[in-house]
């Protein structure tokens, strides 16, 4: 059974704090993904890491940062938070498998984070 | 412009099937129809996948056209914890082995005692 892990499923913070957000995956998968999900505007990727120290921006990387030093830990950073950063952060992750490229990918639970 | 369109909600019988479909015109050859779905305040949960074959697992069976322009996902025997959003995705390749989901709107299926 595929495990993806998230720090915390709610989080409040304030404006102009430093947030960090942590996903673990316990599946060896090579990809890990930032999403976030917004009412009426779907899931939107953040940034995306197909191996350790690689990191590819997505469709909205502005004011967020990633750190993948471990193949199982992609951490999402939010330098200054601001209250348009209220949102539900969801983290994936999936494998390459075959030459196919099924490539199925397995969420965690969010994070629901709040900034004032 | 939407890459996959559905009914916005759907109800059904608990113990009748729920048939969920989904249209997915500009679909290319080689892309795979995948389907999730949410749980409220939970993660998305991956469901099953195809590309023209029908495909059934322990979920869920998918149904896809001979012209791959739309599809139906069929819960055999809806229960009322399968209430739900249901995404079907068509994804957009980033780099060999990773694509991005666009979930879109998705149906709310509301399973009904």
């Known amino acids: 059974d595929v495990k993806v892990t998230q720090s915390s499923r709610y989080l409040v913070k304030r404006t102009g704090e430093k947030v960090f957000l942590e996903c673990v995956q316990d599946m060896d998968h090579e990809n890990m993904f930032w999403y976030r999900q917004d009412p009426g505007l779907g899931l939107r990727l953040i940034y995306f890491s197909y191996d350790v120290k690689m990191k590819e921006k997505g469709d909205i990387p502005e004011g967020y940062s990633v750190s993948r030093e471990k193949k199982e830990r992609f951490s999402l950073i939010l330098e200054s938070a601001s209250t348009n950063q209220t949102s539900m952060y969801l983290c994936a992750s999936s494998s390459v498998a075959g030459t196919d490229y099924q490539e199925t990918q397995y969420f965690g639970p969010g994070t629901r984070l709040l900034v004032l | 412009d939407a890459k996959t369109t559905q009914p916005p909600s759907m109800d059904c019988a608990e113990g009748r099937a729920a048939n969920l479909p989904c249209n997915h015109s500009t679909i290319s050859g080689n892309e795979y129809v995948y389907w999730y779905r949410q749980i409220h305040s939970q993660g998305p949960q991956y469901i099953i996948h195809?590309?023209?074959n029908n495909e059934t697992n322990e979920m869920a069976s998918l149904i896809i056209t001979e012209d791959r322009k739309s599809s139906t996902l069929i819960l055999p025997h809806a229960t009322l914890r399968d209430t739900a959003v249901y995404y079907c995705i068509v994804r957009v390749p980033l780099r060999t082995g990773a694509n991005n989901l666009f979930f879109g709107t998705g149906t709310r299926l509301t399973v009904i005692p």
């Open positions: 195809g590309l023209k």
